[in-house]
């Protein structure tokens, strides 16, 4: 039970846990939202660059402002090794920030380039994911996201594979039911968006026999919908055991 | 559970005969009171007997040896013997045609390395003999319709239609000992003790499949294979109500689970979610869970969630509204214009003309069943909670017992009011029956006076006389969910 808290919290935390001695492996936040769309997780379109001169055109066909984040394969953890710049209004601002980043990455991290994506705006967050219990096997997750996520503990919990009536279930067991609907001149949450993710990763569990936990942290609910800004794909390393 | 399955439980459950291996003459053993129980219970069978010195127990002559047992005559084997006797005791017991063991004896999985070995040469040793091995170290088998109490702990229940499975034993005393209070009875019930062969969910795959059982009622506490257990509640739960109390499911809990039945306990939240998923009713507390039960065996499904409450005091119907509100799935009914144009001709004026409906007093001989019949019959209400039964009654009680009676006219309004409460609590179970709508009566006096007319008459109808107006709600609450499960997932029989 213990370690199984750790790991949902882990998810609500968005860290992972110890690679190394649980024999897994991550992907990178563009592969990870790659392998995840093939099965219906629906993302932004967003530009994988290597070099900050395509950050730029990437970031004038996406339209400004954008973010950027550095691209790795071992990078469980970009916000707090500040890996992520927020709001980049033009093209000066793209560059500079593309090029720190490139700056930034050690040779470990597996980088792959400099993620552009829109910039999404809301007040609400939610968080979503995969997480493998030890007796149950793979389980999808929904709860509050953002700043209280830690505090509240809001989440809901069911085991894959479910159907687009258990996923909006899930959102009905949530506590913060005042949140899903309109506030602050915000539209209500349009539930489908989550549900679809939801069914998504399901359909990742049972398309991804080595897959063992995901986290979309966050979903920003920019104008009504919910947007996995974030993923992180944990896989079973080859070998290891299920 | 395939029909083969079913013959193997029904060995267990309604057996031809009962054999008690190591039958004893003192009356603190389990080979005495077990005994003492299967006799005492009314079964019908067969009763044999062991005892090493062959001496007769409660008058029944016992054999030395299970050689001496009449072969074809005895399906179940109920083992108080220690652990050392009972691999020759199930070989000769196979040879003479038992089919299911019911082990008492401990010294197994639960006492170290070798209690472990004898557990799993015990699995084995039962696999190949085609034993259906339920135990060790449990408490026992309950079959209402066999009349079988093969336990070594009281009660022996009434019968009815749940079906009790329990990864400990006293919870299955717990939910018979409610049986008995309440008078909603049990057709199965099993403590599953180690469960070395024969776990909690094989009894729930048993009672979906029994034609005694309507509904499931279980006490989990570890869960050592996820998987089955997952698999188990969803095809069960298809198949009938299926009411779980889960034990372990705090930090605290776990740890207690763990030293307890040595099981992994599991993320509770997960956990319920798997419950959500397939329809399974979780409850938080042991009445919580035995009402769930119950109410799902005595009451038709609700169709809806509006719910109107009637009563005959004010401030019940407030707080009962409140807790209907307060319910995340039900919903206080909004009192239809023709319903309330209808009532308005049986009462006057000073009634609340809203749900909750108060009668305010204004009842008169026949307005209750009336009233009662207008709510449950109307399109838009959809179950019913009746309050106030039975007052007239107590203070009935009060008159006979002051000293007064039957003087002073007092024997004829004691006779009225009792009267009354009886004829009120039959109509709530008939006019459930005729609109198929669940009507939930509650009063503490079930508890305080359980022989007031007004709850031993909700008894005498089969149905559970709830104490209190909120455990009444959460019931309803339990039905209705299980209804929106079926319903959301095409689930509903035609």
């Known amino acids: 039970m213990l370690r199984v808290w750790r790991l949902h919290v882990g998810l609500l935390l968005m860290s992972s846990p110890d690679l190394a001695a649980t024999g897994t492996r991550t992907l990178s936040e563009a592969a990870s939202k790659q392998l995840l769309a093939r099965f219906g997780v629906p993302f932004v379109e967003e530009r994988l660059v290597s070099n900050p001169a395509d950050a730029v055109r990437a970031a004038q066909e996406l339209g400004v402002p954008v973010v950027a984040k550095l691209c790795g394969d071992r990078l469980a953890h970009k916000t707090e090794r500040g890996l992520v710049r927020l709001g980049l209004a033009d093209d000066a601002a793209v560059l500079d920030a593309a090029t720190e980043l490139l700056a930034l990455a050690h040779p470990d991290d597996?980088?792959?380039?400099?993620?552009?994506?829109?910039?999404?705006?809301?007040?609400?967050?939610?968080?979503?994911?995969?997480?493998?219990?030890?007796?149950?096997?793979?389980?999808?997750?929904?709860?509050?996201?953002?700043?209280?996520?830690?505090?509240?503990?809001?989440?809901?919990?069911?085991?894959?594979?479910?159907?687009?009536?258990?996923?909006?279930?899930?959102?009905?067991?949530?506590?913060?039911?005042?949140?899903?609907?309109?506030?602050?001149?915000?539209?209500?949450?349009?539930r489908t968006t989550v549900i679809d993710v939801l069914v998504g990763l399901s359909a990742a569990v049972e398309g991804v026999p080595e897959l063992v936990s995901v986290d979309l942290n966050p979903l920003i609910v920019h104008d009504g919908r919910a947007v996995a800004v974030d993923a992180l794909v944990e896989l079973r390393a080859q070998g290891a055991p299920s | 559970m395939t029909g083969v399955e079913v013959e193997r439980f029904l060995r267990l459950f309604d057996p031809r005969g009962v054999v008690v291996a190591g039958a004893s003459t003192h009356p603190g053993k389990f080979g005495f009171v077990s005994l003492h129980n299967i006799?005492?219970?009314?079964?019908?069978?067969?009763?044999?007997?062991?005892?090493?010195?062959?001496?007769?127990?409660?008058?029944?002559?016992?054999?030395?040896?299970?050689?001496?047992?009449?072969?074809?005559?005895?399906?179940?084997?109920?083992?108080?013997?220690?652990?050392?006797?009972?691999?020759?005791l199930l070989r000769t017991a196979a040879a003479k045609g038992i089919r299911a063991a019911f082990l008492t004896s401990a010294g197994y999985g639960e006492a170290g390395e070798e209690g472990r070995a004898a557990q799993a040469e015990l699995v084995q040793l039962?696999?190949?003999?085609?034993?259906?091995?339920?135990?060790?170290?449990?408490?026992?088998?309950?079959?209402?319709?066999?009349?079988?109490?093969?336990?070594?702990?009281?009660?022996?229940?009434?019968?009815?239609?749940?079906?009790?499975?329990?990864?400990?034993?006293?919870?299955?005393?717990?939910?018979?000992?409610?049986?008995?209070?309440?008078?909603?009875g049990i057709s199965r019930a099993a403590s599953c003790g180690n469960a070395a062969a024969t776990g909690v969910t094989d009894f729930l795959r048993?009672?979906?499949?029994?034609?005694?059982?309507?509904?499931?009622?279980?006490?989990?506490?570890?869960?050592?294979?996820?998987?089955?257990?997952?698999?188990?509640?969803?095809?069960?739960?298809?198949r009938q109500p299926v009411v779980v109390v889960k034990g372990g499911a705090t930090a605290g809990g776990a740890r207690a689970a763990a030293s307890h039945t040595g099981s992994l306990a599991t993320d509770d939240?997960?956990?319920?979610?798997?419950?959500?998923?397939?329809?399974?009713?979780?409850?938080?507390?042991?009445?919580?869970?035995?009402?769930a039960a119950a109410t799902f065996a005595t009451q038709p499904l609700p169709t809806g969630n509006r719910v109107v409450v009637m009563t005959t005091a004010g401030g019940w119907g407030v707080v009962t509204a409140d807790a209907v509100t307060r319910h995340p799935d039900l919903e206080l009914a909004v009192l239809p214009d023709d319903l309330r144009d209808r009532i308005d001709e049986l009462l006057p004026p000073r009634w609340s003309r809203s749900n909750p409906i108060d009668l305010a007093g204004g009842e008169t001989r026949d307005t209750i069943p009336q009233v009662l019949e207008m709510v449950a019959g109307h399109p838009d209400v959809d179950a019913v909670i009746y309050l106030g039964l039975g007052i007239q009654s107590n203070q009935a009680r009060m008159l006979r017992e002051g000293g007064y009676f039957p003087d002073h006219g007092i024997e004829r309004i004691v006779a009225y009011h009792e009267r009354q409460d009886q004829r009120f609590a039959q109509a709530a179970h008939d006019i459930s029956l005729t609109t198929s709508k669940p009507?939930?009566?509650?009063?503490?006096?079930?508890?305080?006076?359980?022989?007031?007319?007004?709850?031993?008459?909700?008894?005498?109808?089969g149905r559970l006389c709830y104490p209190s107006a909120d455990r009444a709600v959460t019931a309803l609450g339990h039905l209705w969910r299980r209804r929106r499960h079926l319903a959301r997932r095409g689930l509903l029989e035609p």
């Not at chain 1, 809301?122 to 996201?145: H, K, M, N, W, Y």
């Not at chain 1, 159907?163 to 001149?185: H, K, N, P, Y």
């Not at chain 2, 009314?42 to 001496?68: C, I």
């Not at chain 2, 059982?213 to 739960?237: C, I, K, Q």
């Open chain 1, 110 to 190: 597996g980088v792959t380039g400099v993620l552009v994506a829109p910039m999404l705006s809301g007040s609400r967050e939610l968080i979503a994911g995969v997480a493998t219990d030890p007796q149950f096997g793979p389980t999808v997750l929904v709860g509050l996201g953002g700043v209280l996520t830690e505090a509240l503990a809001d989440v809901s919990v069911r085991l894959a594979p479910l159907g687009r009536i258990d996923a909006e279930e899930m959102l009905d067991d949530l506590r913060c039911q005042a949140l899903l609907g309109e506030v602050r001149g915000e539209p209500a949450l349009d």
């Open chain 2, 206 to 238: 048993f009672f979906a499949s029994d034609s005694h059982t309507d509904v499931s009622l279980a006490y989990l506490e570890g869960v050592t294979d996820g998987r089955e257990v997952a698999a188990a509640l969803r095809d069960v739960a298809a």
């Open chain 2, 269 to 291: 939240r997960t956990f319920d979610g798997l419950c959500r998923q397939v329809g399974v009713t979780r409850a938080g507390t042991v009445e919580e869970a035995f009402e």
């Open chain 2, 439 to 461: 009507i939930l009566t509650a009063t503490e006096l079930a508890v305080a006076f359980p022989d007031n007319p007004g709850p031993s008459t909700v008894r005498a109808t």
């Open chain 2, 126 to 184: 039962c696999e190949e003999l085609g034993i259906l091995l339920v135990g060790p170290n449990g408490q026992g088998v309950v079959s209402t319709p066999s009349h079988l109490c093969a336990q070594i702990v009281a009660p022996y229940p009434p019968t009815g239609r749940i079906g009790v499975a329990s990864q400990s034993g006293n919870f299955v005393s717990s939910f018979m000992n409610w049986s008995c209070a309440t008078g909603v």
């Open chain 2, 39 to 88: 006799l005492a219970s009314g079964y019908a069978g067969k009763v044999f007997a062991t005892n090493l010195d062959g001496a007769p127990v409660l008058g029944v002559p016992t054999m030395r040896s299970l050689d001496e047992l009449p072969e074809g005559e005895a399906d179940l084997l109920f083992v108080c013997t220690p652990r050392s006797a009972n691999v020759e």
